[in-house]
């Protein structure tokens, strides 16, 4: 079964914070990594992918990949109230994405 | 932009009837998928398409069937809907020659099975 674990959260943060989404896995085989924010009632968006173990910043938005942990992150730096959203790992081991269940994120005022 | 079309926001369907959701992408993308989400269960895969006429099982196939005909459409099929497929059913589309095979969603279909 291939698994890829979030915390389902809320996760609460004040705004200006950094918010950090974290994110397992179990095919050692995936080659990309991705991270989808989805608004209530939304289809999931593209934020931001990763292919190499590090660190990829756009933005307010960083993605880190360590293969070796099979742990993938997002941080998302002067996080705003509009950040309130689901967000969603999936993980790419052959040609369709594996999601994740999500993490809630809530950004307060 | 890519522009994944799903043809029905919203459907209410009656036990037992076949039921079909269509899903048109703009880009000439290759591959094509559909995804069914429920609240705790995630985003679940049930069918994809890699090209016309080809098809792959995902993870919760029983129940559906699909259709490829032409390279921009891809249509879910439920044979004979039952209550257990009140879901929102999203499509999605990719380029493989992009490098990294980024999935670009529709907007949704909410089905609701009576």
């Known amino acids: 079964q291939k698994e890829v674990e979030q915390n389902s959260g809320p996760l609460s943060v004040p705004e200006g914070a950094i918010a950090s989404l974290n994110c397992t896995y179990s095919?050692?085989?995936?080659?990309?990594f991705f991270w989808y924010r989805q608004y209530s009632g939304k289809s999931p968006e593209l934020i931001m992918f990763i292919y190499s173990n590090g660190d990829k910043e756009d933005g307010r938005f960083t993605a880190q990949l360590n293969k070796a942990s099979q742990y993938v992150s997002l941080l998302i730096r002067d996080s705003q109230p509009s950040d309130s959203a689901t967000y969603l790992c999936a993980v790419r081991p052959s040609w369709a994405l594996n999601f994740g269940k999500g993490t809630s994120l809530l950004v307060t005022p | 932009d890519v522009k994944v079309t799903q043809s029905s926001r919203y459907l209410v369907k009656r036990t037992g009837e076949k039921v079909f959701l269509e899903c048109v992408q703009d880009m000439d993308h290759e591959n094509m998928f559909w995804y069914r989400q429920d609240p705790g269960l995630g985003l679940r895969l049930i069918y994809f398409s890699y090209d016309v006429k080809m098809k792959e099982k995902g993870d919760i196939p029983e129940g559906y069937s699909v259709s490829r005909e032409k390279k921009e459409r891809f249509s879910l099929i439920l044979e004979s809907a039952s209550t257990n497929q009140t879901s929102m059913y999203l499509c999605?589309?990719?380029?493989?020659?992009?490098?990294?095979?980024?999935?670009?969603f529709g907007a949704g279909s909410r089905l609701t099975v009576l």
């Open positions: 999605a589309s990719s380029y493989t020659g992009s490098g990294a095979n980024v999935l670009t």
């Open positions: 095919d050692r085989g995936s080659q990309s």
